[in-house]
């Protein structure tokens, strides 16, 4: 019959057409293209909290600064922390640069700030993962803050900061996977922060969520090790213990009890970043592919978990 004869034509032709499309220069130049599409798509973690969150490893130099004695970094970037060419960093002026330690310098931080976990969970998760893509770290943290801070009802700056940082970074090309939140060592201080540490910790992350329109983005939540003189802090086990307690869709927490600490009591060693950022990368491709499944997760790492070597 006529009509079928056409109907095998018009469908051979069309068949023909998808192929001659698959192979056109423009096709293929896009194919070529995927591997330097990973620069511009960057897939982001924030790094938000106080100083431990900034990074106080190697910051055991003496120096002098307006006439005062100061500790500052001594420069010693451990092999776990080196740079690679798939890690970016959000720099001061808010563009992308291969990220290097102090991670944080620029950005709340000038002359005081070391080494942190940020580099060493990057290098730990691409080497996990080599094909997880180009990781882009939004540093965003400022020391001393309390939880409120970044949830009082007042417009105050770290959050702002945080805030448009982040945005900053998703508009220039990138895909949110995570925000890193080390922060609750000032609420050990007085009462009242201590005891409502738990309420402000939840309205900063549904705050964060909401202002991002990212509902399940995921929290990965540092619970704080046993700190102790000579900070001045007393009512660390009434912090953690709100820590421990929070209980939100996609809060992974990371207990940190048993890290080495330095001999102010409050920061951790370089060992101890170094420890924290490859539990951080473990838990994070642990729970990745759930949260990829847009499942709830609510977990719960330790830092011995992991074997590190
Ligand atoms: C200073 O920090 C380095 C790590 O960068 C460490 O190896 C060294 O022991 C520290 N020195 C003191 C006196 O704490
Ligand atoms: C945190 O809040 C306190 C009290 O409102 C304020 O004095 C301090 O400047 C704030 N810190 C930062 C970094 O904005």
Redesign the pocket.
Same mark, same amino acid.
């Given at each position: 019959m006529r009509s079928e004869g056409i109907m095998v034509l018009l469908t051979t032709t069309v068949i023909m057409m998808y192929f001659c499309w698959m192979m056109s220069p423009k096709e293929l130049m896009l194919m070529n293209l995927q591997s330097h599409k990973l620069i511009h798509q960057k897939q982001l973690f924030v790094l938000a909290g106080q100083s431990n969150m900034l990074g106080l &490893? &190697?910051v %055991?130099k003496t120096a002098i600064f307006n006439g005062a004695k100061i500790k500052v970094w %001594?420069g010693?970037v451990p092999p776990e922390s080196r740079q690679n060419p798939a890690v970016f960093r959000l720099n001061e002026h808010w563009e992308w640069e291969l990220a290097h330690e102090p991670l944080h310098y620029g950005i709340n931080c000038k002359i005081t700030c070391g080494v942190g976990m940020g580099m060493a969970f990057a290098n730990k998760l691409l080497q996990m993962d080599p094909n997880f893509g180009v990781i882009g770290l939004v540093p965003s943290a400022a020391g001393g803050t309390s939880v409120r801070n970044w949830s009082g009802d007042y417009a105050d700056t770290p959050y702002r900061v945080l805030l448009e940082r982040t945005r900053s970074a998703v508009k220039q090309g990138g895909a949110l996977r995570a925000i890193i939140w080390y922060q609750g060592e000032a609420d050990t201080i007085h009462p009242y922060n201590a005891k409502h540490y738990k309420t402000g910790l939840e309205k900063f992350i549904h705050r964060l969520r909401n202002d991002l329109h990212f509902p399940s983005l995921p929290f990965f939540q540092i619970i704080l090790p046993r700190i102790r003189k000579p900070f001045r802090g007393t009512l660390v086990d009434k912090v953690k213990r709100a820590q421990r307690d929070i209980n939100l869709p996609n809060l992974i927490k990371i207990d940190t009890d048993g890290l080495p600490l330095s001999s102010d009591g409050v920061h951790l060693t370089?060992e101890g970043y170094i420890r924290l950022g490859f539990t951080l990368a473990n838990a994070f491709l642990e729970t990745n592919s759930k949260l990829l499944q847009n499942k709830n997760v609510v977990s719960m790492y330790n830092t011995s978990d992991f074997n590190v070597a």
């Open positions: &490893g &190697g %055991n %001594n010693v370089t």
